[in-house]
T-cell receptor
Framework: GAGVSQSPSNKVTEKGKDVELRCDPI?????LYWYRQSLGQGLEFLIY????????KSGLPSDRFSAERTGGSVSTLTIQRTQQEDSAVYLC???????????????FGEGSRLTVL | AQKVTQAQTEISVVEKEDVTLDCVYE???????LFWYKQPPSGELVFLIR??????QNEISGRYSWNFQKSTSSFNFTITASQVVDSAVYFC??????????????FGTGTRLQVTL
């Protein structure tokens, strides 16, 4: 597609269940990011993939959170044993990326709204 | 550590009024980038502008203008003759090489702008 595609757009789950959120970046973009937006909060960085390099996982809030990117394209963010505080909008973004200075911009998807009951 | 402060949580103006959104940043890096993103009700963040730390020239794009002042660590955004379509949440963001990757943005908490008729 022309933009960053995320699915599902909405997910309601029960506490303790695992969830998977998917991101399909813009074709040709080597960099992919996951951010979390909680009510009344800014965007919180979670994880960053750049090409074949090891991902920057410094923003993952706990070991219940993990992400992978297969074939340098689609990414899946997995939250295990969900908690109510995990309720948020999870935003994916992609960019052309660079090995040096960042000169590009991030293209965001519309997000996946997660509600943990 | 990087930090972006948007002290204005919500602003409400009447159409055709001018409005300025404030952004104050903190970084120890000498090379960094500043951004503004717009998040309309659809949820998808839209890139508005990028400015690098070596370019303090103010920029104007139609009804939008940006005032970058390193002396006060501010990067304010002004909308002239606001319109209802400007209603959105606006995020200021910062990226710097010391974050581990210059591509990782630190976002402020956003300012919700409501423009009414």
């Amino acid at each position: 597609g022309a933009g960053v595609s995320q699915s599902p757009s909405n997910k309601v789950t029960e506490k303790g269940k695992d969830v998977e959120l998917r991101c399909d970046p813009i074709s040709g973009h080597t960099a992919l990011y996951w951010y979390r937006q909680s009510l009344g909060q800014g965007l919180e960085f979670l994880i960053y993939f750049q090409g074949n390099s090891a991902p920057d996982k410094s923003g993952l809030p706990s070991d219940r959170f993990s992400a992978e990117r297969t074939g340098g394209s689609v990414s899946t963010l997995t939250i295990q044993r969900t908690q109510q505080e995990d309720s948020a909008v999870y935003l994916c973004a992609s960019s052309l990326g660079s090995s040096g200075h960042f000169t590009g911009e991030l293209f965001f998807g519309e997000g996946s709204r997660l509600t943990v009951l | 550590a990087q930090k972006v402060t948007q002290a204005q949580t919500e602003i409400s103006v009447v159409e055709k009024e001018d409005v300025t959104l404030d952004c104050v940043y903190e970084t120890r890096d000498t090379t960094y980038y500043l951004f503004w993103y717009k998040q309309p009700p659809s949820g998808e963040l839209v890139f508005l502008i990028r400015r690098n730390s070596f370019d303090e020239q103010n920029e104007i794009s139609g009804r939008y203008s940006w005032n970058f002042q390193k002396s006060t660590s501010s990067f304010n955004f002004t909308i002239t003759a606001s319109q209802v379509v400007d209603s959105a949440v606006y995020f200021c963001a910062l990226s710097a090489a010391s974050t581990g990757t210059a591509s990782k943005l630190t976002f402020g908490t956003g300012t919700r702008l409501q423009v009414t008729l």
